[in-house]
């Protein structure tokens, strides 16, 4: 145990390792390609590894193949981590993979806009403005950590999502949870970027953490709700009809 500690302190022969574990069954010309070494220092860190019994070897005619010998490293995950913490650590490797992951949104959309970064902020944010072409009133004072409602505008004051106001920008940037107030289980979130692009705006809106019922919802609402949204700023009126009725 004490060969196989040794041997595994140094990066070089941890990499060695890795190699083999990769691809077993390379020459030492092999291996020093790869790595980038000269053959003398290779062969002095597999006589180490060979030492402590994680590298075995196998005559082929005049060539000399390595081989990864897994028994050594499983002795030691039996001995050291096995019976002490082993389900915790797991636990804990997902959580860093799982936070080092970078997050996909579920929904994309992206619109130009004939009109200036304020308005746009103000349709997002506007209460009578929103009534006007969301058919819900986004109710809140927008600043970080205050709550924000998507109220009904039919006078019933029934909130159809609610959330929490995570980033606040104006008139760039817009970050807010959404929650289904009927069922609190799952929280998804959503981002308005409004940015200028030479005489118009372009506004990005992304939706991260969606369930398969929520990706199928907004991929027919987010176009509908955003057309009218344009078309609000750029003429003055709505769509005719209401776009997120109309077939998907």
Known sequence: MDEVF????????????????ADNGQTLGELCSRL????????QHLAVLEAANLVTTVRRGREKLHYLNPVPLHEVQERWIDK??????????????????PVKP??????????????????????????AYWG???VSDWRVGSPWAHRRADGSDVDDVVGVVVEADPPHRLVTTWVDPADESSTSTVTFLVQPYQDVVRLTVTH???DDTGRAQVAHGWPAVLSNLKSLLETGRVLSGIPWEMPG
């Open 106 to 131: 579920d929904y994309v959309y992206v619109t130009y806009i004939e009109s200036s970064p304020e308005r746009v902020w103000e349709a997002l944010t506007d209460a009578d403005v929103t009534a």
């Open 208 to 210: 991260e953490g969606l």
């Open 136 to 138: 819900h009133r986004n």
């Open 6 to 21: 040794k041997a595994l302190a140094d990066g070089t022969r941890r990499h060695l390792l890795d190699r083999l574990h």
């Open 84 to 101: 002490f913490e082993r389900p915790r650590l797991r636990l804990l490797a997902d959580v860093k993979r799982r936070a080092e992951e």
């Open 36 to 43: 980038g070494m000269a053959r003398q220092s290779v062969s």
